[in-house]
């Protein structure tokens, strides 16, 4: 076996795998890896890297707070109630896709009432997928 | 024992300044390019000490400077990975610096030789991969939304008063959103290791590093089968659509299958 290593800075690895920056470098090469235990004469260097901790991710008030300004700001942008033109088209999202989806539900079932089983069942669930494939 | 000529010779005139700077243990017939570049500043010259039928992939590094910015981590990241993609390797922790070259040979190579030729006999055709996913905030948080009332209620509350007389509602629905997420993050997360299951040998799921990480799967898998994980995770892409960006990463060193002294595990 004949092999070799390339240059550093030599472009992304080869194959269909993206090529990693340093945040994903810093989550592979910092804790994971062979350590020997005849550590007497192997010595890790002094790291300089102060920004670990902010990597961290705990759930605390800052965290939920972030959480409820983000909605806040969906909701302002995203998830208004729509008009009418928004409900019957296709990329409806979120909370308007759900009032649209059980208004779909509805309709379904009272066309089924009508017509019987089969047939406008497999149509409402068609319709239901292809909005979460519009997602 | 044999060590590399130059380094032997680096090492007695500079002990005090320098040292052997490790990144990983390679077969012994490994070939490294002349103009491979290592960590440090400017790059140090990685080569390989052998011992036996296992090396070491090394490089001189200057210590009178602490290792540890980006370029360093990424020269050893780059120099492991550059490896990985065409022979078995062992990645070491970044950092690792022994005296000279002879205490690489005797001290790492020759002391642990057959765990170490045992383990790149494992790992030969094989690399890791990690897929990382990161939810689309608004998809996400839309998706809760949709399919929580209480989240919904509390939405409303808050938009109905002044910012501080809310506080209460919105700290509640932050730890809402906050539960979901980490639920659907452990649905999500299930459903691409079920995915993964029969062209990953090994799988390893990492702690998210991100509040809106969905998906942090570490996986052993042969080379030769990469286009198989890339099929599998197509098909999430598919499913999933916009509501997270997934990526895959790789061939890379086996960083979360080669633990201290007992490696492939």
Known sequence: MTTAIQPAGGGGAGGGGSSSGLADVIDTILDKGLVIDAYARLSLVGIEILSIDARVVVASVDTYLRFAQAVNRLEISETEPKGLPDLTGDAVKGVAKSKTQSALDAAGQKVSDFLGQGQPERQKATRVQSSREDQ | ?265
Do not use: C
Request: without cysteine; hydrophobic residues 40%.
């Open chain 2, 1 to 265: 024992m044999t060590t590399s000529d130059q380094l032997g010779n680096q090492a007695q005139g500079t002990q005090r300044q320098s040292g052997i700077y490790v990144y990983g243990i390679v077969p012994a017939d490994l070939q490294v390019d002349d103009d491979a570049r290592g960590v440090g500043d400017p790059p140090g010259r990685v080569e390989v000490i052998r011992e036996g039928d296992v090396g070491a992939l090394v490089s001189e590094v200057q210590i009178d400077r602490a290792l540890g910015t980006p370029d360093d981590l990424q020269a050893h990241e780059y120099v492991l990975d550059r490896t990985a993609s065409i022979a078995p390797v062992l990645p070491m922790r970044f950092g690792a610096v022994l005296t000279d070259a002879d205490s690489v040979a005797t001290e790492v190579l020759r002391d642990h030789h057959d765990e170490f030729a045992k383990a790149l006999s494992e790992l030969k055709g094989r690399a890791e991969y990690i897929v990382k996913g990161r939810y689309n905030e608004k998809a996400i948080l839309s998706e809760v939304l949709s399919e929580n009332a209480q989240a919904q209620a509390l939405r409303d509350d808050i938009r109905s008063k002044p910012e501080d007389a809310s506080r209460d509602s919105q700290m509640a629905l932050g730890e809402i959103i906050s539960n979901a997420i980490e639920a659907t993050r452990q649905a999500d997360t299930q459903t691409v290791v079920n995915a993964l299951e029969g062209v990953a040998s090994l799988v390893n799921v990492r702690p998210p590093t991100h509040e809106y990480d969905a998906i942090h799967v570490a996986m052993l898998a042969e080379t030769d089968r990469q286009s198989a994980v890339e099929q599998a995770l197509n098909q999430l892409r598919e499913n999933w659509g916009d509501r997270m960006q997934l990526r895959l990463l790789g061939p890379l060193a086996a960083y979360d299958f080669v633990v201290a002294n007992a490696p492939g595990g």
